[in-house]
């Protein structure tokens, strides 16, 4: 059983910056496309980014192209999203996902979830 835990998550005034991590255990990292979801109240769950199995990949929503970063260091079995030029239309729950296939867009491709982390931008 894959677990997943995330970090990283705050308050923080429009135009700076966070950096989530994603805790894996369970399993090794390397086994397993990475992603990041995020959830604001009132609002579907929507796709951020992600990264296939090697790193080799990435892919990021076009709402926060050139602002969020994905990165995996398979050996600390963490994944990362670096968020920058942040924007109150960030706030959301930050939800990090695993799958043993690949990457997908939607949501329920994904097998495994973490709790989700909060961040909040402020205006």
């Known amino acids: 059983q894959v677990q997943l835990v995330e970090s990283g998550g705050g308050l923080v005034q429009a135009g700076g910056s966070l950096r989530l991590s994603c805790a894996v255990s369970?399993?090794?990292?390397?086994?397993?496309?990475m992603g990041w979801f995020r959830q604001a109240p009132g609002k579907e769950r929507e796709f951020v980014a992600a990264?296939?199995?090697?790193?080799?990949?990435?892919y990021i929503a076009d709402s926060v192209k050139g602002r969020f970063t994905i990165s995996r260091d398979n050996t600390k079995n963490t994944v990362y999203l670096q968020m920058n030029s942040l924007k109150p239309g960030d706030t959301a729950v930050y939800y990090c996902v695993a799958d043993p296939v690949s990457f997908s867009w939607g949501a329920t491709s994904w097998s495994y979830w973490g709790q989700g982390t909060q961040v909040t931008v402020s205006s």
């Open positions: 369970g399993r090794t990292l390397s086994s397993y496309a």
């Open positions: 990264i296939t199995r090697s790193g080799s990949n990435t």
